[in-house]
């Protein structure tokens, strides 16, 4: 069951309890008193207590006459208890045995879902076409929700489910050149990370990494093409290392590899990375130029770091902060060689610094600055 339904059956169940409880107490009718207690006819009584059940039969205790039902809101009530607990029931029974209830809803709800990003919607509308159920017309006016949702950064939980739809959608014939375009440029992103400042004799590394929206098979077989890193008028000569490993149809990965900045001299450089997109059957190509600014310091430069003083942004770099260990480098592996890798993956607008110290027994031992 759907968060949406989930939801829309518990205010159900409110609403459904709130109506049952007050047609239960109902309202009183007749002018005769009564006890509260008992319900007991107290005309005529000439005793202080309530000869049904002994209660003093004064005051709060005596009430006007006798309670009924209010079935016009009662009925009600009862009707949206019924519906809601069936519903909560069979979304649990069909959670536990993984009943696809999707498969059984109307179209057109199915199509509210999914312009609501509900991904099971999505994922049951394409597999209906492709069973021939739901014709490729009723999901054209899907089109420009799915390219904007591949699109969005950060990428949504449904965005595997809307790259399925077009893909689904470009197979039949359904995307306009423009559109055909965008769904390929938006399926694999390129991006390199590396320090953006360094002193020079400083070994620099380079990470090229790639993420999808989606596996790239769904758009054909997929690479990088000429991938060429430049620094200045220097530029990385193996094109294997820049895009031949972005070859494979997972979520994201990439490579990397270290550049000795010795033949840099201090000074600002404009870093550029160069390379094609390319897709097969059917065939698309993007040339990719991504620009970005490096910084090499005297190599008895104080600091490589600048710091930015801003206490709001505590909280989420601690969260942000993602420490991983491996026994080889991206290079080639060295034995006997342990490897640290800090990096900061989260809404933070910065790189981050850390000074490194291992524990061993009581004693501390300082790793160096990162």
């Given at each position: 069951m759907s968060l949406l339904f989930g939801v829309l059956f518990v205010l159900l169940l409110a609403a459904g309890v709130v109506l049952s409880v007050w047609g239960l107490r109902g309202r009183r009718v007749g002018d005769e008193p009564r006890c509260r207690k008992c319900n007991y006819n107290l005309t005529g009584l000439t005793s202080e207590h309530c000869p049904e059940?002994?209660?003093?039969?004064?005051?709060?205790?005596?009430?006007?006459?006798?309670?009924?039902?209010?079935?016009?809101?009662?009925?009600?009530?009862?009707?949206?208890?019924?519906?809601?607990?069936?519903?909560?029931?069979?979304?649990?029974?069909?959670?536990?045995?993984?009943?696809?209830?999707?498969?059984?809803?109307?179209?057109?709800?199915?199509?509210?879902?999914?312009?609501?990003?509900?991904?099971?919607?999505?994922?049951?509308?394409?597999?209906?076409?492709?069973?021939?159920?739901?014709?490729?017309?009723?999901?054209?006016?899907?089109?420009?929700?799915?390219?904007?949702?591949?699109?969005?950064?950060?990428?949504?939980?449904?965005?595997?489910?809307?790259?399925?739809?077009?893909?689904?959608?470009?197979?039949?014939?359904?995307?306009?050149?423009?559109?055909?375009?965008?769904?390929?440029?938006?399926?694999?992103?390129?991006?390199?990370?590396?320090?953006?400042?360094v002193r020079q004799g400083e070994q620099l590394m380079f990470f090229f990494k790639h993420w999808t929206t989606g596996s790239p098979n769904l758009a054909g077989s997929f690479k990088v093409e000429d991938g060429v890193l430049r620094i200045g008028a220097w530029h990385q000569e193996d094109h294997h290392r820049c895009g031949g490993k972005f070859s494979h149809a997972g979520s994201g990965g990439g490579t990397g590899f270290a550049v000795e900045t010795d033949r840099f001299e201090p000074g600002v450089y404009e870093v550029q990375l160069l390379a094609t997109k390319a897709f097969t059957n059917p065939t698309f190509k993007r040339n990719i130029e991504l620009t970005y600014e490096l910084e090499i310091l005297p190599p008895d430069a104080p600091d490589t770091v600048r710091l930015v003083n801003d206490p709001t942004l505590a909280d989420a770099f601690k969260k942000a902060i993602r420490i991983t260990t491996s026994a080889h480098s991206w290079g080639s592996p060295e034995p006997g060689v342990f490897y640290i890798e800090i990096a900061v993956d989260g809404p933070v607008p910065m790189d981050g610094a850390f000074q490194l110290l291992a524990r061993i027994g009581e004693h501390e031992v300082d790793l160096g600055p990162e």
């Open positions: 059940c002994g209660t003093h039969a004064t005051g709060e205790n005596v009430v006007v006459g006798i309670p009924r039902w209010r079935w016009r809101v009662l009925a009600p009530g009862l009707l949206l208890l019924l519906v809601s607990i069936g519903g909560l029931g069979l979304g649990a029974y069909g959670r536990a045995k993984g009943v696809n209830w999707y498969a059984h809803l109307p179209t057109f709800v199915l199509i509210q879902l999914a312009e609501a990003d509900q991904p099971p919607a999505i994922r049951e509308l394409v597999r209906q076409n492709k069973a021939g159920t739901v014709e490729d017309e009723q999901l054209v006016g899907l089109i420009p929700l799915a390219l904007a949702q591949q699109g969005r950064d950060p990428r949504p939980r449904s965005v595997w489910a809307w790259t399925e739809l077009l893909a689904t959608m470009h197979r039949a014939g359904r995307l306009s050149v423009p559109e055909q375009e965008q769904f390929y440029d938006q399926m694999v992103t390129l991006d390199v990370e590396f320090r953006p400042r």
